[in-house]
């Protein structure tokens, strides 16, 4: 951030504020811990602050300290819009654009908050007042590190606010394997160890938690998985009605593209989820090395993200979406097997 944006958000920060701190539609790790993480430690400034979901998030994420405080637009829209409508600041985390929040966007478009944006996205909109927007970060929990930081508040940073920013940073490198993990992230992961996050425990919190019905989904995933070694490409379908023999959980297809970028020779993954409440196809795509799943899903399908991790979707069927990702892919084959 700017010397001068800096100066002005501590003055900002310096008295008691109203404020309401924001994530993006079906929250990840990465928004959830973000926004905790932010929730914590502006309370510590004795603010009176709230985070509003625009919908729930999956059961593994309900553990981090300060859950229990999150309200969900979805569920409470009035009391959420309420406040989005008579607080000073709004902090928006792990988006840059009003659209990715779903039905909140509307309500934060007209609020005359003043606005904070904390992002790693590609490309963000022009609506906050201060804007800190780095895609070279390897996600919105290390950027709140820093903007704790650059407010000179790192020794406020205790083992709470610790455990939810390590949350965010672990899931969003994908457990530190990810390139946008640098010398910069493991030495924050380190200082958060120090301030008393538990790496162990929160790692079985997240991943090490599976229920029978979200395992025998796997499986029904990997059965479905289906290859293209022309295009270096492998791909995933579920259907609603697989969902539901499974007995679908928010959160249980949590990573599952991974599974086809793990394969030999593959550089680009997609998995394709049936979502006939919202009438769409969800798509989620993974990609290794220079190829960006990024740039194919706003050209195909209304999305975006990072260059090796991206979401879209279509409202085509589920075969017709599978037959368009197929159709697509030979314009790109150069690029993917430059890889």
């Known amino acids: 951030m700017k010397t001068q944006d800096i100066t002005s958000l501590k003055q900002l920060l310096s008295s008691a504020k109203k404020i309401v701190i924001v994530p993006h539609k079906n929250p990840d790790g990465d928004a959830i811990g973000s926004t905790l993480g932010l929730y914590h430690y502006l309370k510590k400034g004795n603010h009176d602050?709230?985070?509003?979901?625009?919908?729930?998030?999956p059961h593994f994420l309900k553990w981090i300290p300060g859950n229990e405080s999150i309200l969900k637009h979805d569920t409470q829209r009035d009391t959420c819009e309420d406040l989005i409508n008579n607080v000073d600041i709004i902090f928006t985390l792990d988006f840059n654009a009003f659209?990715?929040?779903?039905?909140?966007?509307?309500?934060?478009?007209?609020?005359k908050a003043l606005?904070?944006?904390?992002?790693?996205?590609?490309?963000?909109?022009?609506?906050?007042?201060?804007?800190y927007s780095d895609v070279s970060m390897s996600s919105t929990c290390e950027m709140v590190y820093n903007f704790i930081d650059?407010?000179?508040?790192?020794h406020l940073v205790d083992n709470t606010i610790a455990t939810c920013l390590y949350v965010g940073i672990m899931t969003d490198t994908g457990s530190f394997r990810f390139r946008s993990t640098t010398s910069k992230t493991h030495a924050i992961i380190s200082k958060l160890i120090d301030k008393g996050a538990?790496?162990?425990?929160?790692?079985?919190?997240?991943?090490?938690?599976n229920s029978y019905e979200r395992l025998q989904l796997l499986g029904c995933a990997l059965?479905?998985?289906?290859?293209?070694?022309?295009?270096?490409a492998a791909?995933?379908?579920?259907?609603?009605?697989e969902l539901q023999k499974y007995n679908y959980k928010k959160g249980d297809t949590e990573g599952v593209v991974n599974y086809g970028l793990s394969l030999d020779g593959i550089v680009l993954a997609a998995i394709f989820i049936e979502d006939k409440n919202e009438g769409i196809i969800k798509i989620s795509?993974?990609?290794?090395?220079?190829?960006?799943?990024n740039e194919m899903s706003r050209a195909h399908f209304e999305g975006g993200g990072h260059t090796n991790a991206a979401g879209g979707k279509s409202d085509l069927t589920l075969t017709e979406t599978v037959e368009k990702f197929i159709s697509i892919l030979p314009s790109y084959n150069k690029a993917l097997n430059n890889e």
């Open 49 to 57: 602050v709230t985070v509003i979901a625009p919908n729930d998030y």
């Open 99 to 111: 659209h990715r929040t779903g039905q909140m966007e509307t309500v934060l478009a007209h609020s």
């Open 115 to 131: 606005k904070i944006m904390i992002d790693h996205h590609q490309a963000p909109d022009d609506y906050a007042t201060y804007t």
């Open 150 to 154: 650059f407010l000179g508040d790192e």
């Open 198 to 209: 538990n790496n162990n425990e929160i790692h079985n919190n997240v991943y090490d938690t």
């Open 223 to 232: 059965t479905n998985l289906k290859v293209i070694p022309e295009s270096r």
């Open 235 to 241: 791909y995933i379908t579920l259907s609603q009605d």
């Open 285 to 293: 795509l993974r990609s290794k090395g220079n190829f960006s799943v």
